[in-house]
């Protein structure tokens, strides 16, 4: 029946997406207080939902720190790298070598996009 396949489907569409947890890092504009941080101009902070994760002056510092708390709470197989403009192929694939290195039996891997807003969102599956 079409309609049964069709329902099935789309609900095996929400069971995966219910199962992908996101975060992302971005550069700060300006000084900005967010709850009880403090985020300074050109400071990296990972952001998840409305929660912040972890700042610093240091992308790698930020996303590794992020990376490790994300794999440390949850059950995950795959962190896919979604970066921006400003993250060039060769710096996102040393960003997945890092988090390789991490010791979580996770398979990692980089896509690159054209959005502008994030310096790199990361996805756990």
């Known amino acids: 029946d079409f309609d049964s396949d069709t ?26 207080k967010y709850g009880s ?5 050109n ?8 929660k912040i994760l972890s700042v ?3 992308i790698d510092t ?10 440390e709470q949850g059950e995950y197989y795959v962190v896919t790298l979604f970066f921006g403009k400003n993250i060039p192929a ?8 890092k988090i390789s290195e991490l010791g979580f039996d996770v398979e990692v891997c980089s896509v690159s996009t054209f ?11």
């Open 7 to 32: 329902q099935s489907a789309l609900d095996q569409i929400e069971e995966t997406i219910s199962n992908i947890y996101q975060l992302s890092i971005y550069r700060s504009s300006a000084d900005k």
């Open 115 to 125: 959005e502008t807003s994030y310096e790199l969102t990361i996805n756990f599956e």
């Open 62 to 71: 930020v996303m590794k720190g992020s990376v490790t708390k994300t794999l």
């Open 37 to 41: 941080k403090t985020i300074r101009e």
């Open 56 to 58: 610093g002056e240091d």
């Open 43 to 50: 400071d990296y902070f990972a952001l998840s939902g409305k």
């Open 90 to 97: 060769e710096r996102a694939e040393a960003f997945c070598d």
